[in-house]
Every structure is written in C-alpha cells, then in structure tokens.
C-alpha cells in the first residue's frame, strides 16, 4: 500500500508532495556527487567516504548558517532558485577560513505549504552553490508547517563538513606586523545585513521591480545576487602561498570579522579607496542616511573576503586569485596595538 493520509492532509500536511519535491529535486541533487558519495537522497543519512590519502592528521570542520531576511526578497519576488546558493555560501565560506576543503553539505527547508515545484526550484540553487563548492549534497529535509508560518513562506538553513589536515590549519599564529591584507570583491550585499536593508528602502513589490539607474538593474535584482563563493579560489591561493589568516566579511562587516582572524597585539589598518565599493552601498548609505562606521559594521561593503599574507606575496596572491577570477585588491597591512579595524 503507497502512503498516503487523508487525515494529515487535512490537518496541512501532504506527504505526497513531498515524494513529489524529492522526485523533481533528484537530478539537481545528482549534479553535486563527488567521488565520497556512495549513497543518494531518500534514506535517512547521508553517507559519505572519506578519502584521507596524504592527509597525517584528518581534521573535520564544521559549519551551519542559514540565509536570514534576505528571504523576504526572494519572497516578494517570487524567485527562488538562488536563495539556495546564499545558504550554500554562507557555511562553505566560513569553513574555508581555516583551510578546510568542504566535503558535503545538507539543508533545511521549512515551508509553510509544500509546493513541489518550488521547493525544487529552491534544492537548484542549493545545487549550483554545491557545484561552485565542489562538495556534495548529501542529503536535507524538507518540513511542511501549517499554522507556524503563512503558506507562502519558508526558511532554510545548512550544515557543510570539510577536511583539513591539522598541520595546514590556518590560524592567526604567523601573523605578524607588517602583512598584507587582501580583499576579495563581494558580489553586493550577499546575505547580511537585510533587516536593515529591508527598512532602508521599505521594501514591497513594486520598489523591487523599479528600475535604478545607480544600479543598472531592477532593486530587486541588484538585492538578490547570490552570494560569492570564495571556496576554489582560496583553495587555490593556500595551495600556491602561505596564508596566515582569512576572514569571511559577513554581518558585523570589517569592524566585527577582520580582527577574529588576527591575534593579540595586532590590528588591521585598512586603506580607503583601495577597492571599488559597489553602487549598492552607496544607495542605501544615502538613502538611510547611515554614518560611514555604521555601514563597515553591518556590510561587505565590496569586500566577501579578506586575507592575509606575508608583504612580499601580496602580488602573487593578488595575481592568483585574479586568475581564478576574483576581484581581488591590497586593502591595507597588519600593524601593532589592539585597535582592531582602523581606516587610513
């Protein structure tokens, strides 16, 4: 007999739509399968070899983040196939900040009507955000909540595991006075920071389809840009040069995530006008009229990611990443004092 219950579909919940998610989420789901995988979704976990060749001491890292009120956007706008890569991003971005290659990854998905259709359209994104990680996605659920929240409307959450040999673990332990810091371009707001955003500019419908000359492009648009993911790229950097710390630019902004990266007695001296800030930043500091240490301590404000490296690879670092094409600029050096961020 094929499950199916009448009484819980009449009390919000349909189990057959659920079949149906899995069913049309399967083939996004199969693009992210890595050489570990060695089972698919539809059990009840996901299972995952690891290969631990040239590795002396295996580390796990873990990370979980979710994608915030950037929902209300995609929401508003009815597209939901790049909030996923937000959720991806969000973890995968911070466990590469000590070195970690990302394995796989789960979400969580809670939805106040399951529509099929659009909880496979959200697994795509989350796919896609998988794919530019390079791990696998290995499995997630997906909740039907009647009552806890309007039929419309969702939330989603991930989990990423990565790898990392104990001896290449970035810490703040090299950094000295006198490195360099690099900055690696954001692609917008990415995903912090929109509880402000959203009362800035009162967001509703119509406001997020109007065109914005600034932007060159529709408010909506310019808000949704997925996330970056920065995980190859620095892979890469860590594989060609020796970085002593990396920072994952997220809510809080520089003033807030730049000095979890640096020991003791270090600050960061940041040069203005280094980087190109996005227009974006410059709409919403005008329109809400926000004090410039504000915008640093709540936004990217252009920069996803910073980096830090002996002076004398600064270059290099700079010429790598850009061949593996990011954006990516000296902002400033480390210097003495416990000052945290300061701005020259």
């Not at 890292?61 to 939901?80: C, E, F, H, Q, Y």
């Not at 590469?96 to 809670?110: H, N, Q, R, S």
């Not at 896609?128 to 909740?143: I, P, Q």
Request: charged share 20%; with cysteine.
């Amino acid at each position: 007999m094929k499950s199916y219950s009448e009484s819980y579909k009449a009390a919000g919940v349909d189990v057959t739509a659920g079949y149906e998610s899995v069913r049309l989420m399967k083939k996004d789901v199969e693009r992210t399968q890595t050489a570990g995988c060695i089972s698919g979704i539809g059990g009840f976990g996901g299972l995952f070899q690891l290969d631990l060749s040239g590795m002396k001491e295996p580390v796990l890292v873990s990370g979980t983040d979710g994608v915030g009120t950037k929902l209300k956007i995609a929401m508003l706008m009815n597209r939901n196939d790049t909030i996923g890569i937000d959720c991806v991003a969000m973890c995968v971005n911070d466990i590469i900040c000590c070195g970690a290659k990302p394995l796989y990854f789960l979400d969580y998905i809670a939805i106040g009507k399951n529509v099929p259709e659009k909880v496979a359209e959200i697994v795509k994104g989350v796919a896609d955000g998988c794919v530019m990680a390079g791990c696998a996605l290995v499995g997630g659920e997906t909740a039907e909540h009647p009552g806890m929240m309007p039929e419309d409307e969702y939330d989603i959450a991930g989990y990423s595991t990565g790898i990392v040999d104990k001896s290449k673990i970035i810490d703040n332990t090299q950094i000295k006075a006198g490195d360099a810091i690099i900055g690696i371009a954001s692609s917008g707001v990415h995903s912090n920071g929109f509880s402000l955003v959203r009362k800035v500019f009162n967001i509703n419908d119509q406001k997020l389809k109007s065109f914005v000359p600034e932007l060159g492009q529709s408010l909506g648009d310019a808000l949704l840009t997925p996330t970056r993911i920065y995980v190859k790229p620095v892979l890469e950097l860590i594989s060609k040069v020796t970085v002593k710390g990396v920072s994952h630019i997220t809510g809080g902004g520089f003033y807030e995530n730049i000095p979890r990266m640096l020991p003791d007695g270090i600050s960061a001296k940041i040069a203005k006008g280094s980087w190109t800030i996005p227009p974006i930043f410059a709409l919403l500091q005008k329109e809400g009229g926000i004090s410039e240490h504000d915008m640093f301590n709540t936004f990217n404000m252009g920069v996803g990611m910073a980096v830090v490296v002996d002076k004398a690879d600064a270059d290099k670092a700079v010429e790598i990443l850009k061949a593996n094409g990011e954006q990516a600029f000296i902002i400033g050096e480390t210097v003495s004092g416990d000052d945290g961020v300061v701005f020259a």
